[in-house]
């Protein structure tokens, strides 16, 4: 298994190095291809508030953003003169759906997909915000990056989140191409009482071992403060540039519901994160 096609969300200008970045780095490593994608974010409709009056169509946060494609799409093809993959950039309008549904629609096609953090710098809405829908709805693995990350740098030293469950397994498998060229990688489980079961620990490093990953034990806590801050812990501690866990949550009436440990990463995040569901 190899990631062969990668899409990339480009949806901020200020951002686009962080963001091309660790994609490149993994594009080289696999020979990629490179999909640059910008998705033009819908009008919004407000209710003029009189009784029978016509709504009032405001396409400001689109002319903004359409301003800014052109300077998105140098970025991106400056980028990749030079590297050994092949690319092509998409533009495109959502229409009448959100942005997060067309990066979703494009992003199935591809073995990963790579997207931005959400910024509170951001204006409200979601056409900015689409990393944490893309995660939970497009069925593929999602690299997050933070706004912060500064390096090309990842995947050289991994830590996998482990706790048996679905997404934590989807995870791990979705990030073996990267797992198995790590430098180093370990397991941590975060466990809710010290009676938990060590048995799924050992097995999946075992399984990772035979892949040809170097990792050779887990590590088991038990949390006293909550998983995802217990994670931060260990992330900090083993200097990972790289965190593979599942994304856990759900999508009601295009409201996303997340599970301690994801919400937590989504916001306080350092580094990269690989999620799945």
Known sequence: MSYKTILVHCNDKRRMKPLLAPTLTLASAFQAHVVGLSVVPPVSVVATGAVGGPPIIVDAHCELYRQDVPDMRRQFEEAMLGRPVTSEWRETDSGPFGVADIVVEHGRAADLIVAGQTDDDWPPGDWLDVADRVAIESGRPVLIVPNGWTSAQVGDRALVAWNGRREAARAVFDALPVLKQAKAVKV????????????????????????????????????????????????????????VMGCYGHSRLRELVFGGATRHFLQKMRGPVLMSH
Do not use: W, Y
Request: proline share 2%.
């Open 188 to 243: 941590v489980s975060i466990a809710e009482s010290a009676d938990d079961e060590q048995q799924a620990n050992v097995d999946i490093c075992t399984t990772l071992v035979r892949h040809g990953v170097k990792t050779d034990k887990t590590n088991r806590i038990v949390a006293s403060v909550g998983a995802g801050p217990a994670l931060m812990v260990e992330v900090d501690a083993f200097a990972a540039d790289l965190v």
